[in-house]
């Protein structure tokens, strides 16, 4: 039997009011599949509805109309509280600017997901946080705060808290974007290790066609509608 997608987006709909009655649609139907395991670009110029698209995937946004469903369970049945325990546990997330807590070092920061789900420290928070720094090329850096590290290696934690969990899904918002090719092209090979060796399926937000055109499909969304996929 084939298994289920992590990931699927039916007739998805977005309107934000600008005053009553007038309505604007951003996303126009959208349809979307990722396996389980996926390695994806979201690709397209700016205000296509990209962000748009991440925020309801992510579940910080509600869409007008549609289904989705995330790991089997369709999010139109779930209240906030559901909707915010299916995130915590089911999505992790990367941005272009990193979003570490200063005042936490670079173990503390891995730990937070964690810590926010079950409300207390354990050893095998500890451990998880400790090895997924480890994995990342930080392995020196645990008690570090983020001042103390360069703008690659906070990305390398933030990547580090996004597995946290051991998401089956992370989504990426231009993680890469403020960074210089060569470190950029180090956390884009950070992300790949993760999706081979753990089976994480990622979806990438980038303009970079550098990267876009490493990943197994590249989704182009434009006008609020996916034009074109491409698998590599």
Known sequence: MAESPILRLEDVRKSYNLGTPIQAEVLHGIDLTLATGEFAALIGPSGSGKSTLLH???LLERPTSG???IAGEEISALDEAGMTVLRGRTLGFVFQFHHLLPEFTALENVMMPTLIDIGRYTRGMRERARWLLGKVGLGDAVDKRPT?????????VAIARALAMNPPLVLADEPTGNLDSHTADEIFALMREFNREEGTAFLIVTHDPRLAVRCDRRVELMDGQIRLERSA
Request: proline share 0%.
């Open 56 to 58: 309801i995937i992510g």
């Open 67 to 69: 289904r989705i469903l």
């Open 148 to 156: 103390a590290l360069s703008g690659g290696m906070q990305q390398r």
